[in-house]
């Protein structure tokens, strides 16, 4: 089972405010996160819940390579921050979204990007009248 640490929270767009809870997930005993798990606090009310992030993705210009795939019930797009690959999951049925890390390298800044998602949101509260 993993265990989990609240981050932040995140609105994916000022126009899609559907807020994300962010949490890294650690197995038990280690202390390197093995996810992000980006939890939606209300549940999706439109036929493409998935949309939004990959907008989201797109509007960073930290991110680079986004590479989208989609299966029967899942949806993952492929993007890479300081040059390392992380994966964006989403899962259909549970309306469930993750990010892995997608190599060793990237694995070491999986807090990072948490902290770097978390500061979007920061800077962006900050913005508003």
């Not at 992000?36 to 009310?45: D, F, R, S």
């Not at 998935?50 to 492929?78: C, M, N, T, Y």
């Not at 964006?88 to 390298?105: F, G, K, M, N, T």
């Amino acid at each position: 089972m993993l265990h989990t640490m609240p981050i932040s929270h995140f609105h994916v767009t000022p126009e899609f405010t559907r807020e994300f809870t962010i949490e890294l997930a650690t197995e038990p005993g280690e202390t390197i996160p093995v996810r992000l798990l980006l939890t939606p606090t209300v549940a999706a009310a439109f036929a493409e819940p998935f949309a939004p992030l990959k907008a989201w993705l797109h509007s960073v210009k930290e991110f680079s390579q986004i590479q989208p795939e989609q299966g029967a019930d899942w949806i993952q797009i492929r993007f890479y921050f300081q040059m390392q690959p992380f994966c964006l999951h989403y899962e259909h049925y549970s309306d469930c979204y993750w990010i892995d890390a997608d190599s060793q390298a990237s694995l070491v800044l999986l807090s990072q990007l948490a902290e770097f998602i978390a500061s979007i949101e920061h800077n962006h509260r900050l913005s508003q009248p």
